[in-house]
């Protein structure tokens, strides 16, 4: 797993440039330009299992959902950040994208520790060290795990046809 750390104020388009927004609309064609102006090597080296550490307010900005989209179609298992902008936390609950908030965790990562992430128990390693952060609920687990809101809900209406 590679960590990808970026400092506070991580925004949309940051995350992915805004002049893209009417043009991209896939995750294949979302994918390239994820992080360009902020990180060039990003879409070229990310990897599925990679995750991102950030500072504070990452995700602020403008409401689109390209920039999770593609976070999550690249393979990123999660982002550990100081704090979330409330709108990007939202969306990225509703594509299934795995926010978790360890400020303490973010602040003692130096490149090249080692980082491994206990969801279930709500830990996360970093280094020699282990931080805790609020265990998730069962229902945002429920939705990371079926890829998004909209095919929770489809399983939770078949579920209720049978």
Same mark, same amino acid.
């Given at each position: 797993?590679?960590?990808?750390?970026?400092?506070?104020?991580?925004?949309?388009?940051?995350?992915?440039?805004?002049?893209?927004?009417?043009?991209?609309?896939?995750?294949?064609?979302?994918?390239?330009?994820?992080?360009?102006?902020?990180?060039?090597?990003?879409?070229?080296?990310?990897?599925?299992?990679?995750? @991102?550490?950030? *500072?504070?307010?990452?995700?602020?900005?403008?409401?689109?959902?390209?920039?999770? #989209?593609?976070? &999550?179609?690249? $393979?990123?298992?999660?982002?550990?950040?100081?704090?979330?902008?409330?709108?990007?936390?939202?969306?990225?609950?509703?594509?299934?994208?795995?926010?978790?908030?360890?400020?303490?965790?973010?602040?003692?990562?130096?490149?090249?520790?080692?980082?491994?992430?206990?969801?279930?128990?709500?830990? @996360?390693?970093? *280094?020699?060290?282990?931080?805790?952060?609020?265990?998730?609920?069962?229902?945002? #687990?429920?939705? &990371?795990?079926? $890829?998004?809101?909209?095919?929770?809900?489809?399983?939770?209406?078949?579920?209720?046809?049978?």
């Amino acid at each position: 797993m590679t960590v990808w750390k970026y400092g506070d104020n991580i925004n949309t388009d940051m995350l992915f440039p805004g002049k893209y927004t009417y043009t991209c609309n896939t995750a294949e064609e979302i994918k390239p330009h994820l992080l360009e102006d902020l990180d060039p090597s990003f879409a070229k080296n990310v990897k599925e299992g990679d995750v @991102i550490f950030a *500072g504070k307010n990452f995700g602020c900005g403008s409401s689109r959902e390209q920039p999770v #989209l593609g976070l &999550r179609a690249v $393979g990123i298992i999660a982002v550990v950040a100081e704090s979330f902008a409330r709108i990007f936390y939202r969306s990225s609950i509703n594509q299934g994208l795995l926010l978790i908030e360890c400020p303490e965790a973010v602040r003692s990562y130096k490149v090249g520790d080692q980082v491994w992430l206990n969801i279930v128990k709500g830990t @996360i390693s970093v *280094g020699s060290s282990t931080f805790s952060f609020p265990r998730l609920p069962n229902e945002i #687990l429920a939705i &990371r795990d079926a $890829g998004g809101l909209l095919p929770y809900t489809r399983q939770k209406l078949q579920q209720r046809k049978i």
